[in-house]
């Protein structure tokens, strides 16, 4: 999560969808005296600084670590991805950093096919549910897509009052279709198991549909 008082708004940080790039290109508008507090606090308490605040803090957490009246005044934005790519990506991700800790439980499964049941079996994780609250209402004012991050966040930038911006590439994901991953069992798995987020976003499994439903209310 980023917090800027001067602009008036706050990133939620969703995993795997260009969050590390769009945190990058806002830091700079992050006060200072946001920063401080935090390590004055974590000082204290014993606990490592985080460069701001906790990375991927959901919507509803974020609301209650922040003061009910910058949360609800404040621009609140995020992005999504394709349900179907957003798992090739949590793949190899999860494949390629030792550290991780599901990465031997990943590797151990033997092969995408074997993952994809595993994360239906219990262990989905919807991108509507960490940007909403119990009752699946969204909390963020926009949602911006990773397919169109570029266009998306330059109206972001458009909004909050910030100019000049690039957004830089980091942790760029495996780049080979994430089409070719998947055959029409595992297709209609994720099909299933994350129809929330696919209604909710308007994807389908060839890409976004234009505009999203969830793309809201700036």
């Known amino acids: 999560m980023l917090v800027s008082h001067r602009h008036r708004f706050i990133f939620i940080h969703t995993y795997k969808t260009a969050g590390t790039s769009v ?3 806002l830091e700079p508008f992050v006060e200072a005296r ?3 507090r935090t390590a004055r606090l974590t000082h204290r308490l014993g606990l490592p600084f985080p460069r701001t605040v906790p990375l991927h ?3 509803r957490q974020a609301r209650e670590r922040v003061p009910g009246e910058v949360f609800n005044r404040y621009f609140k934005f995020a992005f999504v991805r394709n349900p179907w790519d957003w798992q090739v990506s949590l793949y ?3 494949l390629s950093h030792p550290d991780h800790f599901q990465h031997d439980l990943i590797r151990g499964l033997g092969g995408f096919d074997a993952y994809i049941r595993w994360r239906v079996d219990g262990n989905v994780v919807l991108q509507k549910t960490l ?4 009752k699946g209402r969204l909390l963020v004012d926009h949602v911006g897509r990773m397919e169109t991050v570029h266009d998306d966040f330059a ?3 458009r909004i909050v009052g910030v100019s000049d911006v690039r957004l830089p590439h980091k942790n760029r994901s495996f780049s080979r279709d994430y089409r070719g991953y998947y055959t029409d069992e595992t297709r209609e798995l994720i099909a299933r198991a ?3 987020d696919i209604e909710a976003f308007d994807y389908t499994f060839d890409g976004p549909a234009h505009p999203p439903r969830a ?3 700036a």
């Open 57 to 59: 803090l959901t919507a």
């Open 215 to 217: 793309a809201l209310r």
């Open 131 to 134: 940007l909403g609250d119990r």
């Open 155 to 157: 109206e972001i930038c």
């Open 34 to 36: 946001w920063r401080n």
């Open 92 to 94: 190899h991700w999860m």
């Open 23 to 25: 945190r990058r290109a």
């Open 194 to 196: 994350f129809a929330d």
